[in-house]
């Protein structure tokens, strides 16, 4: 209760929209990120940056800051974290949660832009007394890149909030034999369903009533090729979409699925991607099947007791895994991750990582 929250006005383009906004064709928000990328650097956020910057300048003015915390994306955040600590001399630790230059996902239409980023990350970079990155790989790339801050990139990684899971034993659905798969989230880029439907449709001619034994369940929004594809495969009597709901009941849903399950997809700089889902699959203490390549992800799952992984592009591999989940169902021997073995991740612990880091920062002065 006692922390303050200014909110600021922003000539941001993506104010417009309003509500749950149903996501693009992948091809029209491919091109909606091209322009975006190209008009706006080193985002469309950028609007946002004189309006913040002067409301965080008369907060230090007017009362005693140790720190400045900037997280990205979105990268406007740390050009504006920069801003502040130059302006201030208070020590800025800047917070990766995807990489910078070294984005996957991040567009770069021309070289001019990609140099323009370049110099941007730099100026962060060297202005920051420390930078945290969600996982190893992200810490390796921006080591790479400026070698003579190494010592001072840490990894904290995502994680769960324990108010949510409350530390009971995972919910599990009555007595049924039916195995009940949850997907959370959204498809987009290389992240995509196709890989598991596939799956599920070649399990079909395998077992005529499957129907009756496996239920998936995604939940979020979802491009219109997601409901197409599960209607083209004819397996809509098994996976149902489900749109948009509030966090809370996002959390219902998990703890009373039997397993969960996500994807990366297979795409240059793969390896670096570790979505927040996962985490919070792991807070349930739920099997988890990750279709992902090799890196954070598979890493992060492989070190996790109910973690199930399979190759992102491997049909009859995840298809294998589906019925391994379901004969465990039946055999009522779903694993489950122990509640200590979670607790590395919990929000509280990670939390206390981060402000001993700042406190760190802050009394180097």
Request: hydrophobic residues 40%; aromatic residues 6%; charged residues 25%.
């Amino acid at each position: 209760p006692d922390i303050e929250i200014t909110a600021t006005a922003s000539k941001d383009p993506t104010r417009a929209a309003k509500g749950v906004v149903a996501p693009p064709s992948e091809r029209r928000r491919r091109a909606f990120s091209w322009l975006s990328s190209f008009l706006f650097v080193p985002d469309n956020k950028v609007g946002w940056i004189p309006h913040a910057r002067r409301a965080a300048l008369e907060i230090c003015s007017r009362k005693p800051v140790d720190a400045i915390l900037a997280t990205v994306p979105p990268y406007s955040a740390a050009r504006l974290g920069r801003d502040i600590a130059a302006a201030t001399g208070r020590p800025l630790v800047c917070d990766f949660r995807d990489d910078w230059v070294g984005n996957p996902r991040h567009v770069y239409p021309t070289a001019l832009h990609r140099r323009i980023h370049r110099t941007m990350e730099s100026s962060v970079i060297e202005q920051s007394a420390a930078v945290v990155t969600i996982n190893p790989y992200i810490a390796a790339n921006l080591a790479s890149r400026h070698p003579s801050r190494a010592a001072d990139i840490h990894v904290i990684p995502h994680g769960f909030d324990p108010a949510d899971f409350d530390g009971a034993v995972p919910v599990r659905t009555g007595g049924s034999t039916t195995l009940s798969l949850v997907y959370a989230g959204t498809f987009y880029d290389a992240q995509q369903p196709d890989t598991m439907f596939r799956a599920i449709e070649r399990l079909r001619r395998r077992r005529a009533d499957l129907a009756d034994v496996l239920s998936v369940r995604l939940i979020g929004t979802f491009q219109k090729r997601v409901p197409d594809l599960v209607a083209h495969l004819g397996i809509g009597d098994i996976v149902e979409v489900v749109p948009y709901v509030q966090h809370d009941q996002v959390v219902r849903e998990l703890r009373t699925a039997d397993a969960l399950w996500m994807t990366v997809g297979r795409q240059a700089g793969g390896e670096q991607i570790s979505t927040s889902k996962l985490y919070e699959y792991f807070g349930t203490r739920k099997p988890v099947l990750g279709l992902v390549p090799p890196g954070a992800a598979r890493d992060a799952i492989k070190s996790y007791s109910a973690g199930f992984v399979c190759d992102p592009d491997d049909v009859g591999s995840c298809r294998a895994a589906i019925e391994d989940l379901m004969a465990r169902k039946e055999a009522g021997s779903l694993p489950t991750a122990a509640s200590d073995e979670v607790a590395r991740y919990s929000r509280r612990r990670l939390t206390s990582d981060l402000a001993q880091l700042l406190d760190l920062v802050a009394e180097r002065r």
